[in-house]
Every structure is written in structure tokens, then in C-alpha cells.
């Protein structure tokens, strides 16, 4: 960060640029386009493949009915319709099972969410997605270096987003990060970030203040401020690139102490399994624990609201699990159909999560423990 500091620069450059590939190379990928928040790396994603594939207004995108609401605005904000498909009860990610029922003939994609850090049942998604002929958009918002099946999140897809915002596992504060193998979309979404412009190389010279770019006077007007498409202000600084090398860098500490003390959690609450499901995975993913969801398994013992006023006021922080289709904004848009998931209406009802964050102590997730405990205890005793 001094370095950063020091340099004098603020708007993108080496560290940016370093940012970028470290996080593409650890997601198994050839491009990274670093732009200011998660939601814009989603957003990108669908404008390059609409204009690559000539996708139209008409164009359906199936979403998750549980995430966060940036996913499927995001498929709006690209002029296109998100189509939802209900979720799985265990592992909150989209049911695969489900999937197929949902495409007609103006499906283009299928956009998994890597709920919570859990990876989705890729196998199965790359499978309908190669039969239907559909691309794949990850939302790893949650879920940087999770892995399935030995290979990280983000490595499944034609193009991937992910956040960097300061609630994430790898932060700048704010950001978000493109991912993709694919040199077109990358060229179309380094443009798009930076309002359509036509300077799309990887490398840019430009970050460099001793070298002059060849091509820029190589097009009728200088090729830096030649715009070809219509495009956003989605870059972000020299500092936040900055800031995203150092927690790349201190990766390993903050995925496996996430772990750990979801661990913790999990040893701790196993004793009240009957109340409250905890987070459950399969053997062949790793889970990299954005957060700690809890589902309340039967309604009639407790609320959510009772429980989670009883955390609140003992200072331990909760959040609902992503409601979305119970939303203002989007009973306003597509009208009263959270009845037609039920799966997700139950989480949206029961489901809340608290923190496992890097930077809790041991004391503080034992106190967790000990609050959700004389939470039931109490309620038990008054039954």
C-alpha cells in the first residue's frame, strides 16, 4: 500500500494490473478485468456475451430464487428477463433438478450462485448446459478459491463475476472482479468498464508514465478516447488494486481461518441440530464460509424474528439469507410468486446467518454458541 501511496498514481495501473491476473491465475483463468463492485462484474459479464452471442430483450437467463438481489438485477440491467429456479434445502445453492423445467426457447444461460461459499453442482449444470446449447455465468460474489471437485469456483463458466466489496472474503473495499478464458469477452469487457472505449489490451502501456502507446494515434482519433460501444464507469483505483495484491497474498490465512471457524461453530451447535440446520456440504467441494447459515427447522418451537432479536440484543450481528423474490421491488415487477418456491420461501422465512469472519476470535464464536444455547434453553423451558 505504501508503494501504491507513494507512486502519486490514484487511477489505474501496475497494481491493478497485478491484481487482476493473481486473481484470474487463482481461478484457474487467462483474463481478469478488475471494475468497482460485483454487481458491475456481473452486469459486464451478460453485456459481452449479448453482444458476442446477438442475445435480445427476449433473452431468458435462469437465476437462483435465493441470492443476492445484485444477480438477477444484474440480468436486467443487460436488457434481458431472469427466469428463477426454486433452490436446494440443504445447500441453498440452485436445484439442478429443477433446471431443465425452466428452459424454453429463449433460454441463453444459466447463472449458478455459489451460495455462501458453497459451491454448486457444476457437473450437473455444464451437463444441461452443453445439452441445451446455454452459457454459464458464475456469481462468485461469496465463494473466492471455493472449490469443487478439485477445481476452484469461476473455472466452470464462459465468463464469471465476483465481488471484492469490504463484506466480502477477499476485499478492496470496493470492487469486483471478470473472469474468463475467453480473449473476445475479455476485450469486450475491459472496454465496457471503462465507457466503451477502444483500448482493450491486457497490458496497457499507459500504466506505465515512460512509455508512450504506439497505437493510440494509429486510429482516426486517439485510440484512448475512441469509443466503440456503449459503456460504463465501472473501473476502480491504483489503491484498491493495492489493497486486493495484499489479500491475495494473505489468501491462505483468511480461507482456512474462515474454515476454522466455521468448525467451531458447527462442533459447538451439533448438539441442537433438532432447532437449527446447520451448514451441510459434500465431501468433494470446500466450502470457503463467506458466512455461517442457519435455517430454522420448525417454525412452531421459535421464529426467526424471536431468535434472531434475542442475538441482536446480546451484540451478535444476524442477516435474513438473501430474500429475493419477497422483495418490494420485485413483487412490483413480477407479482406475488414466492408461493411457487417453496424452498426458497422457507429459508426466506426461517433462514438468517451470522459471522465467521477472519477476524473473530475464539471467545467471540464461543459466545455465539453460548447465546444461541441459552436462547433454546429458555424457550424450551418456557414449552
Same mark, same amino acid.
Given at each position: 500500500?505504501?508503494?501504491?501511496?507513494?507512486?502519486?498514481?490514484?487511477?489505474?495501473?501496475?497494481?491493478?494490473?497485478?491484481?487482476? &491476473? &493473481?486473481?484470474?491465475?487463482?481461478?484457474?483463468?487467462?483474463?481478469?478485468?478488475?471494475?468497482?463492485?460485483?454487481?458491475?462484474?456481473?452486469?459486464?459479464?451478460?453485456?459481452?456475451?449479448?453482444?458476442? %452471442?446477438?442475445?435480445?430483450?427476449?433473452?431468458?437467463? @435462469?437465476?437462483?430464487?435465493?441470492?443476492?438481489?445484485?444477480?438477477?438485477?444484474?440480468?436486467?440491467?443487460?436488457?434481458?428477463?431472469?427466469?428463477?429456479?426454486?433452490?436446494?434445502?440443504?445447500?441453498?445453492?440452485?436445484?439442478?433438478? @429443477?433446471?431443465?423445467?425452466?428452459?424454453?426457447?429463449?433460454?441463453?444461460?444459466?447463472?449458478?450462485?455459489?451460495?455462501?461459499?458453497?459451491?454448486? +453442482?457444476?457437473?450437473?449444470?455444464?451437463?444441461?448446459?452443453?445439452? %441445451?446449447?446455454?452459457?454459464?455465468?458464475?456469481?462468485?460474489?461469496?465463494?473466492?478459491?471455493?472449490?469443487?471437485?478439485?477445481?476452484?469456483?469461476?473455472?466452470?463458466?464462459?465468463?464469471?463475476?465476483?465481488?471484492?466489496?469490504?463484506?466480502?472474503?477477499?476485499?478492496?473495499? $470496493?470492487?469486483?472482479?471478470?473472469?474468463?478464458?475467453?480473449?473476445?469477452?475479455?476485450?469486450?469487457?475491459?472496454?465496457?468498464?471503462?465507457?466503451?472505449?477502444?483500448?482493450?489490451?491486457?497490458?496497457?502501456?499507459?500504466?506505465?508514465? &515512460?512509455?508512450?502507446?504506439?497505437?493510440?494515434?494509429?486510429?482516426?482519433?486517439? #485510440?484512448?478516447?475512441?469509443?466503440?460501444?456503449?459503456?460504463?464507469?465501472?473501473?476502480?483505483?491504483?489503491?484498491?488494486?493495492?489493497?486486493?495484491?495484499?489479500?491475495?497474498?494473505?489468501?491462505?490465512?483468511?480461507?482456512?481461518? #474462515?474454515?476454522?471457524?466455521?468448525?467451531?461453530?458447527?462442533?459447538?451447535?451439533?448438539?441442537?441440530?433438532?432447532?437449527?440446520?446447520?451448514?451441510?456440504?459434500?465431501?468433494?467441494?470446500?466450502?470457503?464460509?463467506?458466512?455461517?447459515?442457519?435455517?430454522? &427447522?420448525?417454525?412452531?418451537?421459535?421464529?426467526?424474528?424471536?431468535?434472531?432479536?434475542?442475538?441482536?440484543?446480546?451484540?451478535?450481528?444476524?442477516?435474513?439469507?438473501?430474500?429475493?423474490?419477497?422483495?418490494? $421491488?420485485?413483487? +412490483?415487477?413480477?407479482?406475488?410468486?414466492?408461493?411457487?418456491?417453496?424452498?426458497?420461501?422457507?429459508?426466506?422465512?426461517?433462514?438468517?446467518?451470522?459471522?465467521?469472519?477472519?477476524?473473530?476470535?475464539?471467545?467471540?464464536?464461543?459466545?455465539?454458541?453460548?447465546?444461541?444455547?441459552?436462547?433454546?434453553?429458555?424457550? $424450551?423451558?418456557?414449552?
Amino acid at each position: 500500500m505504501n508503494m501504491a501511496l507513494d507512486s502519486g498514481r490514484l487511477s489505474p495501473g501496475p497494481f491493478v494490473q497485478k491484481f487482476e &491476473k &493473481k486473481f484470474a491465475e487463482m481461478h484457474k483463468q487467462k483474463y481478469g478485468i478488475a471494475c468497482n463492485s460485483g454487481t458491475s462484474s456481473l452486469h459486464v459479464a451478460l453485456e459481452a456475451l449479448k453482444e458476442k %452471442y446477438s442475445w435480445d430483450q427476449n433473452s431468458e437467463v @435462469l437465476v437462483p430464487a435465493i441470492t443476492f438481489i445484485a444477480t438477477s438485477n444484474a440480468v436486467m440491467h443487460a436488457g434481458m428477463k431472469p427466469v428463477f429456479v426454486d433452490v436446494d434445502s440443504r445447500t441453498y445453492n440452485i436445484d439442478t433438478k @429443477l433446471i431443465e423445467e425452466k428452459i424454453t426457447e429463449n433460454t441463453v444461460a444459466i447463472m449458478p450462485v455459489h451460495t455462501f461459499g458453497q459451491p454448486c +453442482e457444476m457437473d450437473s449444470i455444464v451437463k444441461i448446459a452443453t445439452k %441445451y446449447g446455454l452459457k454459464i455465468v458464475e456469481d462468485c460474489a461469496e465463494a473466492h478459491f471455493a472449490v469443487y471437485k478439485g477445481r476452484p469456483v469461476a473455472s466452470f463458466s464462459n465468463i464469471a463475476g465476483s465481488s471484492t466489496y469490504v463484506a466480502h472474503t477477499i476485499t478492496t473495499g $470496493i470492487g469486483g472482479v471478470i473472469t474468463t478464458d475467453d480473449t473476445n469477452l475479455a476485450e469486450i469487457a475491459r472496454s465496457l468498464i471503462a465507457h466503451g472505449r477502444a483500448c482493450t489490451c491486457e497490458n496497457c502501456i499507459a500504466y506505465n508514465s &515512460k512509455q508512450v502507446c504506439k497505437l493510440r494515434m494509429q486510429t482516426e482519433m486517439d #485510440r484512448r478516447f475512441m469509443m466503440i460501444r456503449l459503456g460504463y464507469s465501472y473501473r476502480i483505483g491504483e489503491l484498491e488494486g493495492a489493497l486486493g495484491v495484499a489479500q491475495l497474498e494473505n489468501k491462505d490465512f483468511i480461507i482456512n481461518t #474462515r474454515k476454522a471457524n466455521a468448525k467451531i461453530l458447527t462442533d459447538g451447535l451439533k448438539d441442537v441440530e433438532q432447532y437449527l440446520q446447520l451448514p451441510y456440504y459434500p465431501e468433494y467441494v470446500e466450502h470457503s464460509f463467506m458466512m455461517y447459515p442457519l435455517v430454522i &427447522k420448525d417454525d412452531k418451537a421459535f421464529t426467526r424474528n424471536e431468535i434472531v432479536k434475542y442475538l441482536e440484543q446480546n451484540n451478535i450481528e444476524t442477516r435474513p439469507m438473501l430474500p429475493l423474490l419477497n422483495q418490494p $421491488i420485485y413483487k +412490483e415487477i413480477f407479482g406475488d410468486i414466492e408461493k411457487d418456491y417453496p424452498v426458497a420461501q422457507w429459508i426466506n422465512n426461517n433462514g438468517f446467518y451470522v459471522g465467521c469472519h477472519h477476524g473473530l476470535s475464539k471467545e467471540e464464536l464461543n459466545m455465539i454458541i453460548k447465546t444461541i444455547h441459552a436462547f433454546l434453553e429458555n424457550r $424450551i423451558k418456557d414449552k
